[in-house]
């Protein structure tokens, strides 16, 4: 089944947010692996340093997009930046005790999931918009908030809604209910002075 000018922007906008997150989802396991090799012995920390932060950069701005892009879909953990912003060197963090690593560890693992959540949540929204399915998603357009994927066009709305009220009408006059189209055509019968 071909897919309607409207239902492709739509996949193809999804395709973009679950990449964008693939990427984070990456990175923020890239931002962990760090932060496990810089104890091990023979570890060129300086460089693991300057890799850190240049990871910590990354996330900081890739959350920021992230967030507004995904608007409604986005369900990344609200700790994820407080993590980050702690996190101001790798030398700091294992300068505190193991049990503030642990429960870093555990914030991490936790966000580590709700990125996978979401990651999983999207890449399901796309493959529903690619099947031919009306998904909604939210984005900014000039007007502000527009949605979509799928449905009918304002055209088929509007010629929808006539005919519902034709119909509507049709019913009324042959069925009589409660005599009401009687009720109608005298009025109008008197009102044109019959």
Known sequence: MALSKKQQKIVD???????????????????NQLINAYPSPGANKAQLENQFLKIKSKIARTHKVLKEMLMEDYQIDANLMNIVSASTSLESIYSQSEVSVKKMQQEWHRAFISINETLGLLEDKKARAEAGEKVNVMMMGEGGLIGGGGGLSDNQKTFLIIAAVIAGLVVVYFIDPFGIATLWLNSLKSLAGQ
């Open 13 to 31: 906008i999804l395709n973009k947010r679950v990449e964008l997150c693939r990427e984070f989802l990456n990175d923020w396991l890239l931002f």
